[in-house]
């Protein structure tokens, strides 16, 4: 980290967010798996995993890091992209972030007592 931030001091950002759990697709799992089981003990287990979802979902949350990168025009932006992607890959893995969840971002940053 401390040769990412010696090497591109001033056109980038690194901004750490929460976002809460999401817990759907093991939330529909037990719920598929409610709807096809008969026996009563095994329904009651199940039942409780469905609240601990729940409960997860609302409680708690994921903290998140993100880069931002500044530059004066796509040609520097994509060089300084590759150098991060590759002083970064030895520490942890960096991915890119699909639309919806840069939405997710930008609305946060722009609304921080909300709730996303």
Do not use: W
């Not at 697709?25 to 329904?43: G, I, M």
């Not at 890119?96 to 921080?112: A, F, G, H, T």
């Amino acid at each position: 980290q401390n040769k990412l931030f010696r090497s591109h001091q001033k056109n980038i950002k690194i901004i750490g967010m929460n976002f809460p759990v999401n817990a759907a697709s093991q939330r529909s799992y037990f719920e598929h798996k409610l709807e096809k089981c008969t026996n009563p003990l095994h329904k009651s287990f199940l039942d409780d995993k469905l609240n601990e979802l729940e409960f997860l979902e609302k409680t708690r949350f994921n903290r998140e890091f993100y880069v931002m990168i500044f530059s004066k025009n796509i040609s520097s932006l994509d060089e300084v992209r590759e150098s991060v992607m590759r002083i970064l890959s030895g520490t942890f893995t960096p991915m890119p972030i699909p639309i919806q969840k840069k939405e997710q971002i930008l609305y946060k940053l722009n609304n921080m007592n909300s709730k996303v």
